[in-house]
Structures are given as C-alpha cells and as structure tokens.
C-alpha cells in the first residue's frame, strides 16, 4: 500500500510540474505615436492660469514605463490671436503655463510642435451648470444595501448641452467617469450619481461637473465604453484605437491619440454620512 502511494505521488508531481510551461506571446510592435493630454479645465471661482499639457508616445503592451516628448513647442492661441506659451518641467513632458486666461465660449487653438511634425487642434469652451446640493441614499445599487450619492444641478433651458462627470474615490485609484446629455432633462433639475458599491460612512468623495462640446461628448463616450466603467483615464491604452481632435498638419498618416479640450468645471467635495 505504501509503494502505491509513493508511486502516485510522483505520477502527480510529473504532472503538475510538466503543466508548468512558459508561453512566449508575440505582439506586433507598432511605431510610437504621440499621445496628447491637454485637459484645459477652468473650476468656478478661480482664476484658471495655471494649466497644463502632458506629452508622451505610445509604447509597448508589456512595456511598464511610458515615454515622455521633451523638446516640444507647445501653444494655445485664442481668436484675438494672443498666444499662450506652454514651458516644459525639464525631462517630464509636462508643459506648464501660468498666464492663460480663460474665457467662456471662446475658440482656442493647440499647436505642437515636435520631431519635425506639427499638430494642430481646436475646440471651444462651454460653461458647466454649478452643483447646488447633494442627496444620498443608503438603500442603493442592485442589492438595495449600497450607498448612492447625486450631485444635482440646473441645467440651463433653452440649449443643447452636454456633461462629463468625473467621481473620486478613496478607495479607488482611478477615476469613474461618465458622459451626459440634456436630451431628457432640458432646462430642468438634475443630478450625477455615484456608481462604486464600496462608500463607507465618513469617506470623502471627488465629484467634478464639466461642460463639454458635442464632439468630445462623442469621443469620451466611446472611451468610458471600451475601458468600462472603472476604467482608466481617457489616454490611457485602449483596446482599439480612437482619434481625437488633434490632427498632425505635416503627415496625417501619422495621426496621434488623445484629445485638445477646454471646459468651466464645477468641483465639489462630498463627506458620506
């Protein structure tokens, strides 16, 4: 009986130990592209001259670090043609401006200028409705036992508008993010809502409201439904690629990823009860 037993315990020790195979999968490697995060957000109440833009390429899909563009000339320019410098952070790829001057439904122009090749985008900036009050509901979510906080507003009559939402949480590294429309509420009261099943009582929550164009409203839909809610940021690698805005004038084969947007947030801090 011992002499089975020994021999089955190494019949399974071959077993187990020849399912130990490493698998090497190949994935095509494209050319880097430039990857554009220039979020412009003007909050209510402040000044807004402090902005702005991160420049990278893409990269491998094992890859764990993401390479930065330094070196580039970065303007935004709006139609009286003042021009808004952006000076990188030395070896970050981050440009910073600390004149712009935000204005609502003003026309702005992104220009860079990197590698040879300049890339162009343009968009407008619409104002947000501010968030007037908060509810929060303790019976919540599918099992009726989650916490549910809405941030409510007045959407403005008589026009089209459109809303990116942005939830911050303590227990959540990444954003939640959600696109809106006034097509069903116009001109009434309505609310954003949290979405996370984790809230506790005495955690604090993020909640941005911003106003956004048509076109971005189109763009950033399609990124909250390919990363899922709980997905990442909008530059972050998607499973299928997305053109944004941002065109590149000098070789539109060579097209970059990400979006040039500008928009008046509204940002308010929520404590769950």
């Not at 990857?35 to 491998?60: D, H």
């Not at 590294?173 to 069903?184: C, E, P, V």
């Not at 940021?233 to 805005?245: A, L, Y």
């Amino acid at each position: 009986m011992k002499k089975i037993i020994t021999t089955l315990v190494i019949i399974y020790a071959f077993v187990f130990t020849s399912c130990e195979e490493v698998i090497k999968v190949d994935v095509d490697t494209a050319t880097p592209r430039l990857a554009v995060e220039a979020v412009i957000n003007w909050q209510k109440g402040t000044v807004g001259n402090m902005q702005s833009i991160k420049l990278t390429t893409t990269t491998g899909y094992f890859e764990n670090n993401v390479p930065v563009v330094s070196g580039a000339v970065v303007t935004v320019t709006n139609s009286i043609n003042t021009v808004f410098n952006f000076i990188e952070n030395p070896n970050t790829g981050i440009y910073v401006c600390s004149n712009f001057e935000p204005q609502l439904n003003e026309t702005y122009t992104l220009t860079i200028i990197t590698n040879g090749q300049t890339y162009t985008a343009t968009e407008k900036m619409y104002p947000v409705a501010a968030i007037t009050k908060f509810t929060q509901n303790n019976d919540g979510g599918f099992t009726g036992k989650d916490i549910e906080v809405k941030a409510y507003y007045n959407d403005p009559a008589d026009e089209i508008n459109f809303y990116l939402y942005r939830y911050n949480y303590k227990n959540q590294k990444k954003s939640n993010l959600y696109t809106d429309d006034d097509t069903f509420f116009n001109g009434n009261e309505f609310f954003s809502i949290s979405q996370n099943d984790s809230i506790k009582v005495g955690e604090k929550i993020n909640i941005t409201h911003l106003g956004i164009s048509k076109s971005y409203y189109n763009y950033m839909s399609v990124i909250v439904s390919l990363a899922g809610q709980n997905g990442g940021g909008p530059f972050q690698s998607p499973p299928s690629t997305v053109r944004g805005n941002v065109v590149n004038t000098t070789n539109p084969d060579n097209f970059p990823l990400g979006y040039f947007s500008v928009s008046e947030s509204d940002n308010k801090e929520y404590t769950v009860q």
